[in-house]
């Protein structure tokens, strides 16, 4: 057995006015000389301490603060070892994040002529909105490049062989991993309800601005609101233009107005908010009048040397929305506030199933009945209604329909049952003269002389057979008494049972009992069915409008709730994506950013797709939101709390040795097993 302990070599070296150092240094030497001991290694040197030293050194040192100040020393050195990777990791999956929002978004943005300060504005509103699910993959990776870094470098295995658990060795990432939690939770409480109301107002308005205004030659324009342009050339100067023709919409039906001009001038104002085109040697058409059969229109052709036109450009700036209308979504609110809106859309829900209920109490009469009072009256005959019978008199109807139908059952059942008895006697009678007639042939046949001249050995017998059970013999070979077979029994013809139907059920062994539909009296059937349609289509158009109303609010209030929970949910997978990433870097035991991102994006896309998968469901009404937007804690928490598990007992999970190994054992296990056979 080999021990490899690494002790930092300012605690050997390195000495304070009490001599701590010193001291401390020489126990942990008794420590490696008691697990030396055990080992292969029995000769202990001469100069070390004794036991009854060592403890005494013990019980002093943990009287003194030196202890304290080494563990306060080794924490600050494993968090700064895992502050550098999540703040790298951060920056980097926030990056990825706000590119995956760019690729979506692209084709609203590019072409607007949208200023760089605004576009800046909007990443930074998208960073924001997109920092809660980056902090837990940053979380996720950099604490398993942390404690792969320390496991690739053997720091883990100097620090097991100190006495180190692994537990209290993580305790400090535990306590800022709790803290980058509770800093999750208010900044999804607090910043993004406000980076949500910012983004989605800047790209509203991104997104209805029209594109940048930009005419091209040959190309008719027409993104200016009643107005289509053509021009013929552009000059250099982008300024001058030739052959142009501007088409202007005329909304009375009739022609457009058409201006055709040879050459002029195109200038933007200095506010941008008009385009004025300076137009030399043209004409000018136009038509007026009523367009109709009876009468004509007039066309009117006006030349000029010089025309001026001035068009609108405001449509292509992008208009500043207020906030306040973005203000009422559930994205914007925050904890308290979601809770103040789920209490109100609850009372709006009950209040409208209250008014369901209402109407379906008022038209429809059952609902007197469903108490026990309400079928009482009915049973005693004490309620005058003339579409209800009473309760007895319905009992003793049905009973009477059971007596008769019962008796049709019970006679057609002893019929089929004597017609099987006679039938199966018939078949019996026949098969008994069929065997006396075959055993009376064998009896003349042993009773009968054979031919004179002819030996008795050689003598054949040909039996006498029934005509039914004769054989024909086969050319060249002598033919051989068959047995009659007992011919079978005939089939016994099939008798259907009657099947009767009272109330549309069959017919049981006792009478049924009185239902509704029973109780109504032939008389009136038709003009009951006719009222219970009217009914329903009265309360069908009564609850319409409450229902959809209900479906509408439902619905908010499911969303208000999954906005609810997932403030919490994506601050606790921070402390989820610890409990998976450092017990993981301490098996994996390699560093970089090539193994442990393999895993962390293993682990984050499991964790991305329940997270998806369980709002999805309770979307839909399938999951309620607390199982469906804490699916993904659920699953990946007893994944953690099994790493762990496996990491303080120096699990070779991922250790390729250990599986070639096994792979040898099962093989050579397998190659003996087929020796055997």
């Known amino acids: 057995m080999e021990f490899l302990v690494k002790i930092h070599p300012g605690s050997l070296t390195s000495r304070n006015s009490s001599g701590e150092s010193c001291k401390f240094a020489e126990f942990i030497v008794w420590a490696f000389r008691l697990l030396v001991k055990n080992s292969r290694r029995s000769k202990p040197f001469k100069d070390w301490p004794s036991a009854e030293r060592a403890v005494a050194l013990f019980v002093k040192i943990t009287k003194r603060p030196v202890l304290n100040r080494l563990f306060k020393k080794l924490d600050i050195l494993i968090i700064k070892a895992f502050i550098g990777p999540f703040i790298a990791t951060f920056f980097i999956t926030t990056f990825v994040l706000v590119l995956q929002f760019m690729w979506l978004y692209i084709d609203d943005v590019v072409g607007k002529g949208i200023d760089t300060i605004t576009v800046l504005r909007l990443l930074l509103y998208v960073a924001a909105t997109v920092v809660p699910l980056a902090l837990p993959l940053a979380v996720l990776l950099s604490s398993i490049m942390t404690l792969g870094n320390l496991g690739e470098t053997y720091e883990l295995v100097a620090i097991k062989s100190a006495g180190i658990s692994l537990l209290r060795f993580l305790r400090p990432l535990a306590v800022v991993s709790f803290i980058i939690t509770v800093i999750a939770f208010f900044f999804n409480n607090n910043v993004l309800p406000i980076s949500n109301l910012k983004m989605q107002t800047l790209k509203y308005d991104i997104i209805v601005t029209k594109p940048a205004f930009d005419i091209k030659e040959g190309v008719f324009f027409d993104k200016i609101p009643g107005f289509v342009i053509k021009i013929g050339k552009k000059e250099k100067d982008d300024s001058t233009i030739r052959n142009v023709v501007i088409y202007e919409q005329n909304n009375n039906g009739q022609q457009d107005n058409m201006i055709i001009a040879d050459s002029g001038t195109m200038v933007v104002t200095p506010d941008k908010q008009s385009l004025v085109f300076t137009l030399k040697d043209g004409w000018r058409y136009q038509e007026k009048g009523e367009r109709n059969v009876y009468s004509g229109s007039e066309l009117i052709r006006m030349g000029f040397k010089r025309y001026k036109k001035v068009m ?117 009678a026949r098969a008994d003269s069929a065997r006396k007639a075959q055993d009376l042939a064998k009896a003349k046949a042993k009773a009968s002389p054979t031919s004179p001249g002819t030996p008795a050995s050689t003598a054949k017998s040909t039996p006498v057979q029934p005509p039914a059970a004769t054989a024909k013999a086969t050319p060249g070979h002598p033919t051989t008494p068959t047995t009659p077979t007992t011919p079978s029994h005939p089939a016994t013809p099939a008798i259907n049972a009657v099947t009767l139907t009272i109330g549309g059920e069959p017919i049981g062994k006792t009478p049924p009992k009185a239902r509704i539909n029973d109780l109504i009296p032939d008389s009136v059937r038709t003009t009951v069915i006719s009222r219970t349609i009217d009914a329903i289509n009265q309360v069908r158009g009564e ?27 994506l601050a606790v997978a921070c402390m989820v994506m610890f409990l998976i990433g450092a017990p993981l870097g301490s098996i994996i035991r390699k560093g970089g950013i090539g193994m442990p991102l393999v895993f962390a994006v293993v682990f984050f896309v499991i964790f991305f797709l329940l997270n998806n998968f369980g709002k999805k469901l309770a979307g839909s009404d399938v999951l309620t939101p607390a199982n469906g937007l804490w699916l993904a804690t659920y699953v990946l928490t007893p994944m953690g709390l099994f790493l762990v598990w496996k990491a303080l007992h120096d699990s070779q999970l991922f250790n390729k040795e250990f599986y070639f190994r096994l792979t040898r054992k099962l093989r050579r296990i397998l190659t003996h097993i087929g020796n055997e056979k």
């Open 312 to 428: 609108d450009l405001s449509t292509f700036t992008m208009n500043q929305t207020n906030d306040s209308a973005f203000k009422g979504n559930f994205n914007m609110f925050t904890v308290p506030q979601l809770s103040h809106a789920i209490d109100s859309l609850k009372r709006v829900v009950q209040k409208n199933v209250d008014q369901i209920d209402v109407v379906s109490d008022r038209v429809y009469q059952f609902p007197r009945y469903l108490d026990t009072t309400g079928w009482e009256k009915v049973a005693s005959g004490n309620l005058n209604n003339p579409y209800l019978l009473k309760y007895s008199v319905a009992q003793d109807s049905l009973t009477k329909l059971w007596t008769r139908d019962r008796k049709i059952i019970d006679s057609t059942q002893q019929a089929a049952q004597l017609a099987a008895q006679q039938a199966a006697k018939a078949a019996k």
């Open 543 to 569: 609850t319409s409008g409450p229902y959809s109303f209900f479906q509408v609010q439902k619905h908010t209030l499911l969303q208000h709730e999954m906005a609810w929970h997932e403030k919490f949910t």
